[in-house]
């Protein structure tokens, strides 16, 4: 009977330790951080991973995470600047919708906990991170935003964030911009705008093509009328100087042979004009023009007859003697 009941008492003495032992011990691993608070007030600050102690009971432990923490935020409609044309300064222009998101680490965990706490941050670094890009993109334009400056851009907000972040122990690791878009209202009439401009640019390009090929085909045709004209004016050149060597043959040939060249004329006058289709001509038969007809010689009837006669041909032979 003694026996069980010193069993017992053993056995909740046992117990009672591994309670104690179980508030007392605690394990930090090595992607968290650990801040014991003792009734409300924090003591101690344990960073490194670990077994650790503390006071039974009494103290209590919040975990912090130690990774890269991320913060998104809606995409919000953001205004940013137009530089005007006179130079004079930033005024009001185009409404963006502005999507971006932020990357942060808890570096110290007791400031973490006095201001803003574990459940607070993300609510508290989302209205930071909504200022940051209203205060750095209102100073931009639509085209810095979209591609000018963009990388600088992320980076100016990323120092704001993490100036602004720093009172409560947070260190900002990177703000990136993952969508800049115009609002819906405007888009259609933004793209309406770019459809004008693309058909201004496509009209001038045309017109500017209408002109260079009238251009080049006025161009062209002035080459075709100078060449025209060369190759007439040297063809004609040509042309005279054949004839010139035509006529110069042909007194050469007449004064060697006339009547031969006059039977020669002749037959090309009658081969042109008995031609197929070629206008007919009525002569008399005894007309000059066809005296080879006739005569192969090309003599009249009373110089043949009068050549044929004996008496003629005597006094022609007396008269070649006497020569």
């Given at each position: 009977m003694r026996s069980g009941i010193i069993g017992v008492g053993i056995a909740i003495l046992l117990l009672l330790a591994l309670i104690v032992g179980y508030s007392t011990f605690f394990s930090v691993y090595q992607t968290r951080q650990a801040l014991v608070v003792r009734l409300g007030q924090p003591v101690r600050?344990?960073?490194e991973p670990g077994l650790s102690?503390?006071?039974p009971f009494i103290d209590s432990v919040i975990y912090?995470?130690?990774?890269?923490?991320n913060i998104e935020t809606p995409a919000q409609e953001v205004?940013?600047?137009?530089q005007d044309k006179s130079g004079a300064g930033a005024q009001a222009g185009e409404r963006l919708v502005v999507?971006?998101?932020?990357r942060y680490r808890i570096t110290d965990p007791l400031r973490f906990y006095q201001t803003v706490g574990p459940d607070g941050a993300s609510s508290q670094l989302a209205i930071l991170l909504n200022s940051a890009l209203r205060r750095v993109l209102g100073a931009a334009t639509l085209a810095d935003a979209v591609r000018n400056k963009r990388e600088e851009l992320m980076t100016q907000m990323r120092d704001q964030l993490d100036r602004d972040a720093a009172p409560f122990g947070i260190h900002v690791v990177d703000v990136r911009i993952r969508r800049v878009d115009l609002p819906e209202q405007n888009s259609q009439a933004v793209?309406?705008?770019m459809q004008t401009e693309r058909q201004r640019e496509a009209a001038e390009f045309r017109a500017q093509g209408s002109q260079k090929s009238q251009e080049i085909r006025a161009k062209a045709d002035r080459d075709v009328t100078v060449l025209t004209a060369e190759a007439n004016s040297q063809s004609e050149q040509i042309r005279g100087q054949g004839d010139s060597e035509r006529n110069r043959i042909f007194a050469e040939a007449y004064g060697q042979d006339p009547d031969f060249f006059a039977f020669y004329r002749s037959m090309q006058a009658y081969e042109k004009s008995m031609q197929h289709g070629d206008t007919r001509m009525v002569l008399r038969p005894d007309s000059d023009f066809f005296r080879y007809f006739g005569d192969p010689a090309g003599k009249a009837e009373g110089e043949a007859a009068a050549q044929s006669a004996p008496g003629a041909t005597n006094a022609q032979h007396s008269s070649t003697a006497t020569k």
């Open positions: 600050v344990i960073t102690a503390k006071v912090i995470d130690k990774r890269i923490l205004i940013a600047s137009s999507d971006a998101f932020a793209y309406q705008r």
